[in-house]
């Protein structure tokens, strides 16, 4: 599983604050917890106005950049700001994101053609979230049509089959489930990803039913996650699904996460 982790997004009532005191440590301690967490890359998210955004972003990155070399998912709504930014960071990491609508692929696939970046790409358009699998697929096919344009290879694209809320579902996560297997199908050297919290939001129990969906999804397709690296639960049963799926041989990677410490009991103080 690729692991982004998720937890520098100003979203989040503590980023904010540290991004408007310029509250550097910060900002360095959440990017130590989880790259110390293992995270593959670590998600910086301002959301802050656009006319702010590179500024704050820069000064993210470099907090980042300065306590560890774990990539970067550099992530804004603006696809101007992630051309301007991403080029800011020291290593390859994920532009996070494009989809169908209006030039976001038109401003960020030609930017990143000649690079080693990676892109994540969701499955929406100018209509909005599609309600059916036909249409996110739809969605699907467009990306990486226009991908292959620029020679983009289908391993440099985490696409997004867009994670929603079980509390509005109509057929639990059968939908997203299909979509999943269906890309999988089709291109078996790209990346499914998404924002696993999404799928419990207003719901009691939040954990259960994000490791429940974690555990479908990666049967699915799923092998790229947004998540909290440092939540010792979800990351468990993530390198045991892995190894249940017959991913991790011998059940290496699981039993050395164990030792590390990663899941399991938490170390007595």
């Known amino acids: 599983m690729i692991i982004i982790g998720e937890k520098i997004n100003g979203s989040i009532p503590a980023v904010a604050e540290a991004i408007k005191n310029r509250d550097a440590d910060e900002i360095k301690r959440r990017a130590l917890i989880q790259a110390n967490a293992r995270a593959d890359y670590i998600d910086c998210c301002a959301s802050v106005p656009e006319a702010e955004e590179v500024e704050t972003l820069k000064w993210m990155i470099d907090c ?14 603006s696809p101007r700001v992630l051309k301007e930014i991403f080029p800011y960071c020291k290593k390859p990491g994920i532009i996070n994101s494009v989809s169908g609508e209006g030039d976001k ?31 996110r697929l ?23 089959p867009l994670i929603e809320m079980l509390c509005t579902s109509e057929d639990g996560i059968g939908m997203v489930e299909s979509v999943m297997q269906t890309i999988r199908s089709e291109y078996p050297s790209i990346h499914i990803t998404g924002a696993v919290s999404n799928i419990s939001f207003n719901l009691p129990a939040r954990k259960l039913v994000n490791i429940g969906f974690t555990v479908l999804a990666m049967k699915a397709g799923l092998d790229s996650a947004i998540f909290d690296p440092t939540n010792r639960d979800l990351l468990g049963v993530i390198f045991a699904t892995e190894a249940l799926l017959g991913n991790d041989e011998y059940c290496m990677e699981y039993i050395e996460g164990f030792r590390d410490g990663l899941y399991g009991p938490k ?3």
């Open 64 to 77: 980042i950049q300065e306590v560890t070399d774990v990539p970067i998912a550099v992530d804004s709504p």
């Open 105 to 135: 692929i038109d401003i960020l696939f030609p930017a990143i053609a000649d690079t080693k970046w990676e892109v994540i790409a969701l499955c929406s358009d100018d209509t909005g979230i599609p309600k059916t699998a036909d249409d």
């Open 138 to 160: 739809r969605v699907f096919h467009h990306i990486m049509d226009e991908a292959k344009k620029y020679n983009i290879a289908p391993s440099r694209i985490h696409i997004d």
């Open 267 to 269: 170390p007595k103080a």
